[in-house]
């Protein structure tokens, strides 16, 4: 028997359903606060990716050569495929623009429960608006969608101004290195990379970081940096709305675009892969040919929420099966029509048989059965059989079409 690649899913038409529901919430909250949603493609020119990703993703990608002999990946993440779409085709549109996208992404990673190489990403790009007000409106907007979600989470905002202030004698390439051991939380590799720069003192100040409660300790570790007014703005419109969230100035992100304000959510439930989101300002269209412009968003990590909130009952929705013999099929199909441009799921037996097995069938597949025998068919009427009391009655077509379908409101 053939298997699906590892780290690769199948959904059943339950969790499909699930999985949709869930989308379209998150679609909808995003309408309500202005974002549009986008599609770019599945896969890009290679070096899209390798401008700016960074080392972990890079390593990650699944690169092909197309039979032009062009580099190509398929997506790691949209960020980038976005902020392309924004310089080939988006600077006309006023600023700022607000998209946000459903998409599949790909990650050679080593599998586990939360962690797959196909996964999808929620996510948004808010483009051309550098203030305080647009950090804060791209975590508030995080927080809405996780909510409708129904996901129990953790949010965590920070800024990389203060850490990067604490590393600012290193090279750029070792205040890489040394973020990318602080955002993979390994203490280990952190001492290590800090010990071999001679930069040992920076251990206890980056830890001290993360444990922050309030924004002014930050600016008493790391000193002022330029941008503390636009952090404490940021920060007050946050607590200004309610929003509950921790400070983490520790937190670096795993992608190498990010300038500014950075956050990441946690799902309270989940183990390792309990990260649900990540994002954060950053700069990215200048690399891809367009102007320098700010740009801010986040990618919720789709399965993930899903995993987190679970298996939950799906709204039941009311089946007709069709009985007919099989002198009247026509008959059944016109049946099946009025049935379905009343918005009601109608199907049809396709399996020959007589007409015990098509209600046997139906018992197990429909809540009612529309029973189409010779009487029926001759008289114009159809029989409809509540297939849970075992009522029924003979009745218009019309009729039959109204009853379910208030049975469907009920
Ligand atoms: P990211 O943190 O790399 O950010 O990914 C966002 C989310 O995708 C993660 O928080 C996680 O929930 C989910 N995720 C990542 N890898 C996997 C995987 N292998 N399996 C399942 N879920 C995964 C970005 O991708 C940025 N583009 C976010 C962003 C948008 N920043 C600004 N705009």
Redesign the pocket.
């Known amino acids: 028997m053939l298997q699906k690649p590892r780290g690769t899913r199948d959904f059943l038409p339950d969790e499909m359903e699930r999985r949709r529901l869930i989308e379209q919430r998150m679609r909808e909250v995003s309408r309500r606060w202005g974002y549009r949603e986008v599609s770019t493609p599945d896969f890009e020119h290679l070096e899209l990716f390798t401008m700016k990703s960074g080392e972990g993703i890079i390593q990650e990608m699944y690169t092909f050569e197309d039979k032009g002999g062009r580099p190509m990946t398929l997506r790691p ?3 980038a495929s976005v902020l392309r779409m924004y310089v080939n085709e988006g600077k006309v549109f006023p600023k700022p623009i607000r998209w946000c996208y459903f998409a599949d992404c790909f ?1 050679y ?1 080593r599998p586990q429960k ?4 196909q ?1 999808w ?1 929620f ?1 948004v ?1 808010l483009i051309g608006a550098d203030t305080a007000g647009a950090d804060a409106e791209v975590v508030m907007l995080a927080d809405d969608v996780l909510r409708s979600s129904g996901v129990t989470f953790d949010l965590r905002v920070g800024h990389l101004a203060p850490m990067k202030h604490l590393l600012s004698d290193l090279a750029l390439g070792d205040q890489r290195t040394v973020m990318a051991c602080l955002d993979k939380r390994d203490r280990e590799a952190l001492a290590a990379a800090l010990d071999k720069r001679g930069a040992s003192h920076l251990s206890d100040p980056l830890a001290a970081l993360s444990e922050c409660q309030t924004v002014a300790e930050v600016f008493e570790i790391a000193g002022d940096v330029p941008e503390r007014a636009r952090i404490e703005e940021t920060f007050a419109l946050l607590d200004s709305q309610g929003i509950d969230y921790r400070p983490d100035f520790g937190i670096a992100r ?2 190498d675009y990010y300038t500014g304000m950075v956050f ?1 959510g946690f799902a309270r439930n989940l183990g390792a892969e309990n ?6 300002a ?1 700069r990215l269209a200048h690399l891809f040919g367009g102007d320098d412009v700010a740009s801010c ?5 789709f ?2 929420v899903m995993v987190s909130i679970g298996d939950f009952a799906l709204a039941p929705e009311t089946v007709i099966g069709v009985v007919c013999m099989s002198e009247a099929r026509e008959r059944g199909l016109e049946v099946a029509r009025a049935f379905r441009d009343a918005g009601v799921r109608a199907e049809v037996n396709l399996m020959e048989r007589g007409m015990g097995a098509q209600i046997a069938h139906a018992a197990k597949t429909a809540d009612f059965a529309v029973i189409l025998g010779k009487r029926e068919v001759d008289a114009g009427t159809v029989t409809l059989r509540n297939l849970h009391s075992g009522e029924q009655q003979e009745i218009s077509l019309g009729e039959a079409v109204a009853e379910v379908a208030q049975h469907g409101d009920r």
């Open positions: 993440e949209v960020t990650r990673e939360g962690r797959y190489r996964f990403q996510g790009e795993g992608l990441e990260q649900i989101i990540g994002g954060g950053y968003g986040f990618a919720i990590g399965d993930r």
